[in-house]
């Protein structure tokens, strides 16, 4: 029913009018449906109302919580919903301002004063202001519940000078700070919305990003609505003012194969994380674009160094020895990965070219010598089955894998080349969740699994004692030492020696397989405009528009 047949409607309803002259009724009716036509006309000046815009985001994982400090993994819905930190990270991988306009760092590099932009405000209409800052990053550093601690255990003290200017002192200097703060890790929750809901905040948060929380249905989507008086974008969007959308939604869709499908039917608009066996038909589709980027981090096969059978160093060797990273390269990920040995990316700061090279002699796909490896540490085949035995006990072990496809792929690739140096893979496929919550608690033998970050400090969080050792359970106190000169030496050619020695301390106690460096790869329906991704943050919301 039309907006003029409902109002003529009403009208005749509510006038009394059921019996007398039916052509005078008709005459009422028509002239009542006239002047609400009318009405309705002219009260959109003569055009049509405009028709809501909705930008439909294809993923796979389903977040647990929207709280950043309990959760160790964050993805595109906290980047709208929060924005970045005090800083932002260009295409070029340098700070710019973001929540901060300006910012001055003391001669000793131990305290930073921040000027915050004039104007920012939470969703809920309340000051993201300097006792916000202060707020917040005393929680993230302090809250017992906190995940991500160690990211700011650095800083000693935190001073309110004004309500735009907060000064941060460190106990000491340090670098890896700066890629915190530019990072969700450390944007902005509503001080208000967490002491209201407590430890439920994370089902309803409130951001100060360019879009406002709506829903979320488990399993199914989220739902974000424009923030129309978002206007601190980072200098590197073209759209500094509020989104050009009207609503965005994520659907959590985890089967490849449903993905690739709805957007070839149109049904979203925007698909994150294509499966490299998809890219080239999705590039032949004249109605797709796909935009490739760089990923900022390796993908691994991870062992519980505290748990058998990966507490004994040899067998970790072995199973670096076992694996075949080429192949993954080639197969799992359909050529669109670099195959890597060390612990940091070619494109990372602190990647040494020569240690990559001495790790590929030393950890390069030798199954015999894998066989060698093992049998020296007394696993044998006693009885013929393929599986080696030490004291009772076959060489067999878990591996966690999430629900993607492609993940899928390596692991099983993964089964059948250790299986071929006598060791049985049992893959277990686990709720992206579950295995970010079991794997600091060490509930695991192995998993696949992967780090993207900016800077080299991630291997403070992976390995570092004071961090917990989250994934692999495995460090040293000579490891511990460099990890902490390379995130408080400023110098980047000195940085860069500690990270070098760092990595040639994780390669000889191979905690893990690194396994690849990935392409990743977005693609969107060509009525999507402006889609741009910066490598450091992302897929850039705030510039897309739709025109269909």
């Known amino acids: 029913?039309?907006?003029?047949?409902?109002?003529?409607?009403?009208?005749?309803?509510?006038?009394?009018?059921?019996?007398?002259?039916?052509?005078?009724?008709?005459?009422?009716?028509?002239?009542?449906?006239?002047?609400?036509?009318?009405?309705?006309?002219?009260?959109?000046?003569?055009?049509?109302?405009?028709?809501?815009?909705?930008?439909?985001?294809?993923?796979?994982?389903?977040?647990?919580?929207?709280?950043?400090?309990?959760?160790?993994?964050?993805?595109?819905?906290?980047?709208?919903?929060?924005?970045?930190?005090?800083?932002?990270?260009?295409?070029?991988?340098?700070?710019?301002?973001?929540?901060?306009?300006?910012?001055?760092?003391?001669?000793?590099?131990?305290?930073?004063?921040?000027?915050?932009?004039?104007?920012?405000?939470?969703?809920?209409?309340?000051?993201?202001?300097?006792?916000?800052?202060?707020?917040?990053?005393?929680?993230?550093?302090?809250?017992?519940?906190?995940?991500?601690?160690?990211?700011?255990?650095?800083?000693?003290?935190?001073k309110v000078l004004d309500e735009r200017t907060v000064q941060i002192t460190c106990s000491q200097v340090d670098v890896s700070l700066w890629t915190t703060f530019a990072q969700s890790f450390a944007s902005f929750m509503s001080p208000d919305a967490l002491k209201k809901k407590g430890e439920d905040y994370g089902q309803a948060p409130v951001g100060a990003g360019p879009f406002k929380f709506v829903s979320h249905t488990r399993g199914s989507e989220i739902v974000f609505a424009r923030n129309p008086d978002y206007k601190w974008a980072p200098p590197f969007y073209k759209n500094q003012g509020a989104p050009l959308v009207d609503k965005l939604i994520f659907r959590i869709i985890p089967d490849e194969a449903t993905r690739i499908l709805e957007l070839e039917k149109g049904n979203i608009d925007l698909l994150l994380t294509v499966p490299p066996q998809q890219v080239a038909k999705l590039k032949q589709n004249k109605d797709i674009q796909v935009v490739e980027f760089p990923e900022n981090g390796i993908r691994y096969f991870g062992f519980n160094c505290q748990k058998w059978p990966f507490d004994d160093v040899k067998v970790r060797q072995a199973m670096n020895l076992a694996i075949d990273r080429d192949e993954i390269a080639r197969v799992g990920y359909d050529g669109l990965a670099t195959p890597v040995y060390t612990a940091l990316p070619h494109h990372l700061p602190g990647h040494s070219k020569a240690l990559e090279e001495q790790a590929r002699a030393e950890y390069g796909y030798n199954p015999e010598r894998a066989k060698q490896v093992l049998a020296e540490a007394g696993w044998k085949d006693t009885n013929g089955d393929g599986i080696v035995e030490k004291d009772g006990k076959a060489l067999e072990f878990s591996l966690w894998i999430t629900n993607d496809p492609v993940d899928q792929r390596v692991a099983q690739l993964i089964q059948k080349q250790v299986a071929a140096v006598g060791a049985k893979v049992d893959i277990q496929v686990m709720e992206d969740a579950a295995i970010r919550d079991g794997t600091p608690k060490g509930l695991h033998q192995s998993i696949l699994w992967m780090y993207g970050w900016s800077d080299p400090d991630i291997l403070y969080f992976l390995f570092h004692k004071d961090s917990g050792r989250v994934r692999m359970h495995w460090g040293t106190d000579e490891l511990d030492d460099l990890l902490v000169k390379g995130r408080t030496t400023v110098d980047a050619a000195q940085r860069a020696q500690y990270y070098e020695q760092a990595q040639k301390a994780i390669l000889d106690g191979a905690p893990w397989v690194p396994l690849v460096v990935r392409k990743g790869f977005v693609a969107a329906r060509t009525w999507v405009k402006d889609l741009r991704y910066n490598p450091f943050v992302g897929v850039l919301y705030n510039d897309i528009s739709i025109e269909k």
């Open 1 to 158: 029913m039309g907006v003029a047949e409902t109002v003529s409607r009403r009208i005749v309803l509510h006038s009394g009018l059921e019996g007398g002259d039916t052509v005078k009724r008709l005459s009422m009716v028509a002239v009542v449906a006239a002047l609400a036509l009318s009405l309705v006309v002219a009260g959109c000046g003569g055009k049509p109302a405009a028709q809501e815009k909705v930008l439909r985001v294809g993923i796979v994982n389903d977040p647990a919580t929207f709280d950043i400090d309990r959760t160790t993994w964050i993805e595109d819905p906290f980047f709208v919903l929060y924005d970045y930190g005090l800083v932002s990270i260009d295409f070029d991988g340098k700070f710019v301002p973001n929540m901060a306009e300006s910012w001055q760092v003391s001669p000793d590099g131990k305290v930073i004063t921040f000027k915050l932009k004039p104007g920012l405000k939470f969703h809920d209409g309340t000051a993201l202001d300097a006792e916000a800052v202060k707020f917040r990053l005393e929680r993230m550093r302090d809250d017992p519940k906190g995940l991500n601690r160690e990211m700011v255990s650095s800083i000693s003290d935190i």
